[in-house]
């Protein structure tokens, strides 16, 4: 998320010239942050690719390599980008596109409903265990039982607070990319 934040905020602070190429890469990010707000966040919570979102970013790489070609043909350098503003947008583009998969990664999980059955079945089998090992005396096995129940029902805890990070109550939030978009909008009125 911070990664992700972070490269939308360079890839609107980087000038671009001529002007239209600026407006159309400005276009571009807000229909990327639209599509991933809207369809990525709060329609699936991440485990769903948004095709919008690819085609913006896809677009948004596009302008910048129609803009450097539109500068080699251009006589007047100083309504073009240099080379390294070029390869500061590209890299920029390019950790934009990374963070987005880390975050889609953390958002689609396949074998969700395996692992859960695979943990409840081997905390099953602990607990049988612990009762076995106590087998001879019924108190000390109750009380085993018992106390290693709650530490297993607290680790079951965490685990569903962690193990998808955008839902539930501990749910990270897209808040930075929301304020970029507002201040996008806001400024182009």
């Known amino acids: 998320m911070i ?3 972070s490269a939308i ?3 609107v602070n980087i000038p671009i010239y001529p002007a239209e190429f600026q407006v159309k890469s400005n276009d571009y990010l807000k229909s990327y942050l639209e599509a991933t707000l809207k369809e990525e966040w709060a329609g699936t919570h991440n485990e769903v690719i948004s095709l919008k979102a690819v085609e913006s970013l896809d677009d948004l790489e596009s302008n910048i390599w129609i803009a450097e070609r539109h500068c080699m043909n251009v006589k007047k350098e100083t309504d073009c980008m240099g080379s390294t503003a070029v390869s500061s947008f ?3 583009i390019d950790d934009l596109r990374i963070a987005r998969e880390q975050r889609l990664s953390l958002g689609y999980q396949s074998a969700r409903n395996a692992k859960w059955i695979l943990v409840i079945f081997l905390g099953f089998i602990s607990t049988l265990t612990v009762a076995a090992v106590h087998k001879n005396s019924q108190k000390t096995g109750l009380i085993a039982t018992v ?3 709650i530490s297993l029902w607290i680790a079951f805890s965490m685990i569903t607070l962690f193990i998808n990070p955008y839902k539930w109550s501990e749910s990270i939030q897209s808040v930075p990319m929301h ?3 507002e201040t996008m909008k806001s400024t182009q009125k």
């Open 147 to 149: 106390l290693f129940c």
């Open 179 to 181: 304020a970029i978009l």
């Open 9 to 11: 905020s360079r890839l």
């Open 3 to 5: 990664n992700e934040t």
């Open 90 to 92: 590209v890299k920029a």
